[in-house]
């Protein structure tokens, strides 16, 4: 299922271009299941402008944003729970309510669903400035590092290796492990996206 969704935000990238990047960066502030950041380093493969590519991220994760606060605000937490689940968003509001303004900058720099975040500041009313401020500290400096880091694998291959897969996959597991997101799922986007040379029954060693 999560590989397929990741062929198709591959292939629209591939086909639209900088509308396509745009539109799944826009869908991926509010309901998007596909973590865009595995989707821009594809831009740049094919050969994107750097500086156009991440125009059109920037202005997609803002405008999403804001989209998923208005959805917390007036829809409120039973239409939240009924899209993400409610162990997934009671996790994600508590961390909000505990951390504030923070813990949108921390969601932002971390793998964390931020589909969580707009819609649990929208349900909680924060202000929507301290939204937007929160995510111009941390989520898009981290698409910005992903956008480059991506392009440098994929140029390089690095990864190419069983060791290096191996340890890529393992930092990956032990970050998201304390995170309301699942790290199997992401390890096997990542497997999916970058190819790495291990067979899917070895994802089963990075999975505790």
Known sequence: ????????????????????????????????????????????????????????????????????????????????????????????????????????????????PFKIVTWTTGIFEMPLKKLLLGMFLGLIPRYFIMAYAGALIIKTKFYATTEMSAIILGALQGLTEFLPISSSGHLILLEQFLKLPLAATHLEWFDI
Do not use: C, R
């Open 1 to 112: 299922m999560m590989g397929a969704l990741l062929n198709l935000a591959k292939t629209t990238v591939e086909h639209y271009g900088y509308a396509g990047i745009f539109t799944l960066t826009f869908l991926d502030q509010f309901i998007l299941p596909v973590p865009v950041d595995l989707v821009i380093p594809i831009a740049t493969s094919v050969h994107l402008s750097f500086t156009k590519m991440m125009v059109g991220v920037t202005g997609g994760a803002f405008l999403g944003a804001i989209v998923g606060y208005m959805l917390g605000k007036y829809l409120g937490h039973p239409v939240a729970v009924s899209l993400f689940g409610k162990k997934t968003l009671i996790k994600g509001e508590k961390f909000i309510k505990k951390w504030g303004f923070w813990g949108v900058v921390l969601a932002g720099i971390t793998p964390f």
